[in-house]
């Protein structure tokens, strides 16, 4: 591996050649240094313009000695730098095959398009939760992090249809929209949700309009860090409590949660009340809400409220329990 220490060596090396080489045709031959130094690179280049001035038998051994010595030292750091780009460019071509393999072989994962600071934060979260991603950035400057990440990533504009389609948009089942462009964001979306129609899309919008455009375009949700960052600073002064419970609820690593679990078509709890699920009295965890099958969420839902098919069981509880839960709902 070349380093800088080595590039520096190599640098020092060539510059001590030139100056000697020049030095010894002062010294022999009795020239001023500047038609030494011509010599000296003409004969290191092997331009072969000729000599300055006519050289004695001494002067035509000494160019000799330096034509071997210096095209030696030239010979090495030729190639050195060219083993380098060439294991490079083939080392380059070999991650991005193994990447593309990888890519291939993932289902079920998500597709976030932007690497900057908020497409970041959301590869992590999902990342933590266990979920396969694969991330799209056009700026190379971003291979560097993405490598480190250990994501699975292409070097690519998302707003083209063979760059998602690469990404395996087909098989994914979710996609985030968060490049730095609303423009981008739409264009991102509307091809994405005309690839695939089950997709869940996610979309940042920052622009007047770009909510609505967004939404048009087949987002299933438009977000807007903005207007989120400023309404939570809003929420820790209005109402400090519940949002400290809120961050707690959500971050991994404490031993309650707030989670959404699916019921399954081949749950036994299908078609009873809550009363009798169990899931207060066996498992301890509170049921804030449930999300029907087309859309309709009940808040606090009594205990006469039967279970679904197609439900989405919002509850609070030790992770362990919420665990239970899944297995339950099948």
């Known amino acids: 591996m070349i380093t800088l220490q080595r590039i520096f060596l190599?640098?020092?090396?060539?510059?001590?050649?030139?100056?000697?080489g020049s030095l010894g045709y002062v010294w022999l031959e009795g020239w001023d240094f500047f038609d030494g130094l011509y010599m000296?690179?003409?004969?290191?280049?092997?331009?072969?313009f000729g000599e300055v001035h006519p050289l004695s038998r001494l002067g035509r051994a000494y160019t000799m000695a330096?034509?071997?010595?210096?095209?030696?030292?030239?010979?090495?750091?030729?190639?050195?730098?060219?083993?380098v780009v060439v294991e490079g460019k083939i080392r380059e071509a070999l991650g991005k095959r193994k990447l593309q393999k990888?890519?291939?072989?993932?289902?079920?994962?998500?597709?976030?398009?932007?690497?900057?600071?908020?497409g970041e934060i959301v590869a992590r979260q999902l990342a933590q939760a266990g979920l396969p991603l694969v991330v799209i950035d056009n700026d190379p400057a971003a291979s560097e992090r993405l490598e480190s990440s250990g994501y699975n990533f292409l070097v690519a504009d998302a707003t083209r249809e063979e760059v998602l389609l690469e990404a395996g948009i087909e098989r994914a089942k979710g996609l985030v929209a968060v490049v730095s462009s609303d423009a981008g964001n739409v264009y991102i979306t509307l091809t994405a949700r005309s690839l695939n129609p089950s997709l869940f899309i996610v979309a940042r919008g920052e622009?007047?309009?770009?909510?609505?455009?967004?939404?048009?375009?087949?987002?299933?949700?438009?977000?807007?860090?903005?207007e989120m960052g400023g309404r939570k600073m809003a929420h820790t002064i209005l109402r400090p409590t519940v949002v400290t419970l809120m961050e707690l609820a959500m971050h991994e690593g404490v031993e309650w949660s707030m989670e959404e679990v699916v019921v399954g078509?081949?749950?036994p709890l299908l078609g009873l009340p809550l009363k009798?699920?169990?899931?207060?009295q066996q498992l301890n965890l509170i049921l804030?809400?449930?999300?029907?099958?087309?859309?309709?969420?009940?808040?606090?839902?009594?205990?006469?409220t039967a279970i679904q098919a197609g439900d989405t069981l919002i509850a609070v509880g030790l992770r362990s329990n919420l665990e239970a839960l899944e297995k339950m709902l099948g």
């Open 40 to 48: 000296t690179v003409n004969t290191l280049t092997t331009v072969g």
């Open 207 to 226: 622009g007047l309009g770009s909510h609505k455009k967004l939404l048009r375009a087949g987002a299933d949700r438009v977000e807007s860090p903005h």
């Open 276 to 280: 009798d699920t169990g899931i207060r």
């Open 265 to 267: 078509s081949s749950s």
């Open 10 to 20: 190599w640098i020092v090396g060539l510059t001590a050649i030139i100056i000697l």
């Open 102 to 118: 990888q890519i291939k072989k993932i289902r079920n994962h998500y597709i976030i398009c932007g690497f900057g600071r908020i």
């Open 66 to 83: 330096l034509l071997l010595l210096g095209m030696g030292f030239l010979f090495y750091v030729v190639t050195a730098v060219a083993q």
């Open 288 to 304: 804030v809400a449930i999300k029907r099958a087309d859309g309709e969420l009940l808040f606090n839902p009594t205990p006469q």
